[in-house]
């Protein structure tokens, strides 16, 4: 029996070589802010597409409220009719988020305690991603790093994505291998979601899988060798892919340890989730087996037709060690602050939609499982 389900994805794809060129077409007549940070911005393609426009320069690093504030007020100044992201997942949900909070005037604080409702946006959003990992280029959501609570908190909406993504791989080829890798196990953390989280549906699923099947495909030759056109092509139609899965379910606890990784010691967002994807679905196993062995299949891993999901675990490790990703120790973090993760990881949204429902003691024991690994 086929469990019942909505869904709405009204983000239009363009998917290509080349693909920011549409840029100027799509801008043409209309006042324009393009949100875009340095490396990206001297990207050839780039900084043709975005001649002439207006730019806010974003800063290094994750969105915090105070960048979604400043980012605003210019697009508050610039009064576009198009907001356009170009980036990293930081860039795109900074463009996001200043949309939604210069639109309705109130802080984006506000929305993430849940106290104000997201309204339709009265300006468009273009949104052009420069990794091949977060999906944020078709997904309703922005995530901040709130330096004073420390921790990762965010928005999600359908009305807060992006009426155009403009995917173009040949954007992706300069990123360096470190960050190749992150974010590629980003996309394969959503893709996985889509497959195994408590609010995935057969879309999500088929969508997952097929995701994971490009990830598997491209992630390590683009880590190994960035110019690889045959590997950014696999990961930029994966990270695309997850995108939707994810926004037809979420992410698990992978994403809620990670998370709390992250805002704990500032590492980069993929990095935190490669640190324990494999433990977490691990321990997620006994509730997923058989999806996990759907997963092991599109990753390429011989099956053993267990049922109990070892062999998708283990899937997951090889592409983890194939894209370098180092172990939790490795990556400088120890149990010192393993209290605060745990405490983090519980009140994360994602564990509320993980395959079933985790105690202190599953966050513990996924943490543990990661800090024992000596290397992959
Ligand atoms: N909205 C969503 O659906 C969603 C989903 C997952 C993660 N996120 C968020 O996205 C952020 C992470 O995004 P990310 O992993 O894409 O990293 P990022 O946007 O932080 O970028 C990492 C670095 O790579 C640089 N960079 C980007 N593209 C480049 C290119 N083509 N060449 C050279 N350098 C390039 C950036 O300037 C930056 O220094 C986190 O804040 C995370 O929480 C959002």
């Given at each position: 029996m086929i469990a019942g389900f909505q869904a709405s994805l009204p983000v239009k794809v363009s998917f290509a070589d080349g693909a920011v060129g549409e840029l100027p077409g799509i801008l043409a007549g209309r006042r324009v802010l393009v949100v875009v940070e340095e490396?990206?911005?001297?990207?050839?393609?780039?900084?043709?597409?975005?001649?002439?426009?207006?730019?806010?320069?974003?800063?290094?690093?994750?969105?915090t409220f105070d960048l979604i504030a400043d980012a605003a007020a210019a697009v508050e100044r610039a009064r576009p009719e198009v907001v356009v992201g170009i980036g990293g997942g930081s860039a795109l949900d900074l463009a996001k988020a200043a949309r939604l909070v210069a639109g309705q005037g109130e802080s984006f604080e506000r929305f993430c305690d849940g106290e104000i409702e997201v309204l339709p946006p009265a300006v468009d959003l273009v949104a052009v991603p420069t990794t091949s990992g977060t999906g944020s280029e078709v997904s309703g959501g922005a995530v901040v790093v709130d330096h004073v609570e420390r921790r990762k908190r965010?928005?999600?909406?359908?009305?807060?994505?992006?009426?155009?993504?403009?995917?173009?791989?040949?954007?992706?080829?300069?990123l360096p291998p470190d960050a190749t890798a992150y974010t590629g196990v980003d996309a394969l953390a959503q893709a996985i979601g889509g497959v195994i989280a408590s609010n995935g549906n057969v879309l999500s699923t088929a969508i997952g899988l097929e995701a994971c099947r490009h990830i598997a495909a491209g992630l390590e030759p683009a880590v190994r060798d960035g110019g690889d056109l045959d590997a950014r092509h696999e990961l930029s139609l994966g990270s695309l892919m997850a995108g939707l899965a994810m926004n037809l379910s979420d992410c698990c606890a992978d994403h809620a340890l990670g998370h709390s990784i992250g805002s704990t010691y500032g590492l980069p967002h993929g990095l935190t989730v490669g640190l324990v994807l494999a433990e977490t679905l691990d321990v997620n196993r006994p509730a997923c087996g058989p999806q996990l062995d759907q997963v092991a299949d599109a990753l390429g891993e011989p099956r053993d037709r267990s049922g109990d999901g070892v062999a998708g675990v283990r899937a997951v490790r090889r592409l983890l060690a194939r894209a370098r990703i180092?172990?939790?120790?490795?990556?400088?973090?120890?149990?010192?602050?393993?209290?605060?993760?745990?405490?983090?990881?519980?009140?994360?949204?994602?564990?509320?939609?993980?395959?079933?429902?985790?105690?202190?003691?599953?966050?513990?024991?996924?943490?543990?499982?990661?800090?024992?690994?000596?290397?992959?």
């Open positions: 490396p990206v911005a001297d990207i050839p393609a780039v900084a043709e597409a975005i001649e002439g426009f207006e730019a806010y320069a974003k800063p290094p690093g994750e969105p965010g928005v999600a909406h359908p009305l807060m994505r992006a009426q155009h993504a403009l995917v173009d791989p040949l954007l992706t080829v300069g180092p172990t939790m120790r490795g990556a400088g973090v120890g149990d010192e602050q393993i209290g605060r993760l745990v405490e983090l990881s519980m009140a994360d949204y994602c564990l509320t939609v993980n395959p079933r429902e985790w105690t202190e003691d599953d966050v513990r024991r996924a943490y543990a499982d990661a800090l024992a690994l000596e290397g992959r």
